[in-house]
């Protein structure tokens, strides 16, 4: 009988781990998964909700727990074990149980890492004190509720503009807690343009946060009993009663890097197309991989959970004896800041540049539903587009109610390569409590198909 | 000078002008548009909200007045002029002034017919009657809330559960009224499968809604006063103050045919790409017109408001001298009743079946967020796809909030020729709030696409 390894037990192991054995039964594949944590297939993206006291359980968070794995699926979940070292010449991983701090040597055919990301914590002073807390796993989400609970809490500092930063302000909000969002960068979400990152901002602004930007943290000071009681930027000190990171994750590859395999620029594994990497019978998805983009062409390393089911989805099905191929990313996200949804997918404008694109880009603005429709919200919408062709390279959207999804009919358009002029004229939906006659998608489309016909640049 | 005349001033009719209009100076082309009603570009869509009393005043529902076209774009738009015949050997067409019921005869270099489509009223005993009524025009609209003021009205049949009277029957409930909803289908809104109508037809029975269906009405029978007061069914007999017919609409293409236009079996008058009837100079856009399937590749008459207005743009555009082609329809569309959204785009599977594929087709119900987030709902999404390709040929949803506008993601998706596999790939937006890490259309994707590569038929 053959033995899959999995290192990792959330999205993309356990997608692996569960497809692969939809393939092939207990009597033909022996499944072990090494899960350092104590849970499987858990939502982090979650978190920001469970703080918010949104979602009350962090239970309800784990998708499927290690039992569910071991009794329906005879898969041979280990929790709480982390592989420390790769033997890609013994075929082999050895783990440590963290309980007991022994070891354990195993034995594999085929190995699938999905060791993840984890959260950046940059060498600044006091990064380290009592009360500063990350936002990845199940445990900084219980830490976090906790220091709630047992503190007296009014005040918060985010540190870090991106989606968990913007979640986590959005979450303190809901908790009733003065919230300061501090952030290195003129404008939050770096990946938006500062056009639209400026529309978030004066939106959290005026919902209460306290949003200070082009503010590099140098430092976290503690208060008279040692916990954090003040960050300190480049543009000024905010003091707080509690601390969270968002400053973003890194691909978990240093198993891989010591073990010999190829890893990307970015610290992401890199993959082919079936999720192999380059030493024979060593697989990798999720997080720790480099991912290949679907416009740029360039490896990026995007750690979303939709990512990691497809990765952990296409390793499962070419590891159970079917074939798979996973076709590339566009970094399609959505977020949302109180009323305030935030939407995303391809290449910036900056980004479609940095990639050798001559492009172009456009924001246009309309509102969401019917003119004499009560109740709409505009909403922007940013495409941008290679000059000439008039290809759609990438999108962007900043608007209120049902603004955010929109960005999958961009994201399909996208990947399918159409021009501005092709999406200005594609049949899409309409109803007074829906759309204007023209969608606000088709409505940008429309303009920036004009720009490209007549030859205009970025406006 | 040349002199455009285009006959019928509302969405395709002033679309066209507009932007032949913008291409030409009103020194180069002249433009004439007769209009029989009392305004333009004004949208039919919105009555049912108006109705509603969502929106208090019908003059909101003119997107632009005749006097705007006159005076700020030399569009020569003479109202309450009623086109009755089109001579295309002399290039004229004759109008009567429906004011002093005088003739004009005018001249053309080129002719844009756009006349539209009127509301279906079938020969039923006491369709005439007192309180029955059409709702297609402003005047309809204000018809219905004339009597709704004046009479008191606590009892509302509507006959027809497409999309107008699925709305209108909404409207009636948000004025506080008892609705009946009447029906010769066993299921409402037939475009949809029935196991999707009966999803609709629950939802609508719980929201109050009497929905009376395989009931075809076979007469309207009057009170004491002479205003009808009964709809006589095969299925039983509803007492009413108020009736509202919602049976279809068929294009007004009569004037096309006594000019010797050529028209389709469905009514529609036939067009090339550009907007051109075979007979010289003479071009036709809107609900007066068919327009290609993408999908089937046959002609077919669907009254929308999006269709209209991207026709007469195209049809202006090559008017004006630019080039312009229509690229065909999908029939997306989306509805509401009260909470439930309802989305079609491409073919039913009787629809791809009567097309000539060997068409699969499956239902897959799914929550609107992640399972953990509050407030979800499930959406149940049907995906029609071609046997043995697996080529997404049609797809609907019915389901609760932000159910409706998920199908123009899957419009994108057959507008490109898209298998289920590689929808079931697709680099769709994911966050808690929004959708389940595999969105309802990637989950119905996914299982298509399994169903597809086992050979699997309808399911």
Redesign the interface.
């Known amino acids: 009988m053959q033995r899959l390894v999995v290192i990792g037990g959330d999205?993309a192991g356990m997608s692996a781990a569960s497809t692969a054995r939809r393939l092939l039964g207990a009597d033909t594949l022996e499944i072990v998964v090494f899960e350092q944590g104590a849970t499987t297939s858990y939502?982090a993206?979650?978190i920001p909700?469970w703080v918010a006291d949104?979602?009350t359980s962090g239970d309800?968070?784990i998708?499927r727990a290690p039992d569910v794995f071991r009794d329906k699926q005879q898969i041979d979940v280990r929790i709480n074990h982390r592989v420390v070292a790769i033997d890609t010449d013994a075929k082999t991983v050895t783990a440590t149980d963290l309980a007991n701090a022994t070891d354990v040597t195993l034995a594999y055919d085929e190995l699938l890492i999905a060791t993840g990301a984890s959260s950046i914590v940059p060498p600044i002073d006091g990064i380290d004190l009592p009360g500063v807390y990350t936002v990845k796993t199940l445990p900084d989400g219980a830490a976090i509720r906790s220091a709630i609970d047992e503190r007296d809490v009014k005040t918060v500092a985010v540190v870090g503009a991106g989606?968990i930063g913007v979640?986590m302000a959005e979450a303190f909000v809901l908790r009733g807690f003065d919230v300061h969002l501090i952030d290195a960068a003129p404008t939050p979400l770096v990946r938006l343009d500062p056009s639209l990152g400026a529309l978030v901002a004066s939106s959290m602004s005026e919902a209460g946060i306290h949003v200070l930007l082009d503010a590099p943290v140098t430092g976290f000071v503690a208060g008279d009993d040692g916990h954090v009681a003040k960050v300190v930027t480049g543009n000024g000190e905010v003091a707080c009663d509690l601390v969270v990171l968002g400053l973003g994750v890194k691909p978990n590859s240093q198993l891989a890097v010591e073990a010999g395999i190829p890893v990307a620029d970015n610290g992401g594994i890199i993959t082919d197309k079936m999720q192999r990497t380059s030493v024979a019978s060593v697989w990798a998805a999720g997080d720790c991989t480099a991912q290949m983009h679907?416009v740029s062409g360039e490896r990026v390393a995007i750690a979303?959970?939709?990512?990691a089911?497809?990765q952990g989805r296409c390793a499962g099905t070419n590891l159970g004896g079917g074939t798979a191929v996973?076709?590339?990313?566009?970094?399609?996200?959505?977020?949302?800041v109180l009323d305030t949804e935030i939407?995303m997918?391809g290449l910036s404008l900056e980004q479609a540049k940095a990639a050798g694109f001559t492009a172009v880009a456009v924001n246009v603005t309309a509102n969401s539903r019917?003119?004499?429709?009560?109740g709409g919200d505009d909403m922007t919408v940013r495409l941008v587009a290679e000059a000439g062709t008039g290809r759609l390279l990438g999108a962007e959207i900043v608007g209120g109610d049902?603004a955010?999804?929109?960005?999958?009919?961009l994201?399909?358009?996208i990947?399918?390569d159409?021009t501005a002029l092709?999406l200005s004229?594609?049949?899409?939906?309409?109803?007074?409590?829906?759309?204007p006659?023209?969608?606000p998608?088709l409505q940008a489309a429309r303009v920036m198909a004009g720009m490209i016909e007549r030859g205009e640049g970025d406006a």
Do not use: Q
């Open positions: 999205a939502a993206c979650g909700y949104v979602v309800a968070l998708a989606y979640e679907r979303l959970g939709t990512v089911n497809k996973f076709p590339g990313v566009l970094g399609t996200a959505v977020t949302r939407g997918t019917a003119h004499y429709y009560p049902a955010a999804k929109r960005i999958d009919t994201a399909t358009a990947w399918n159409m092709e004229d594609l049949d899409l939906s309409y109803a007074p409590p829906f759309s006659v023209y969608d998608v």
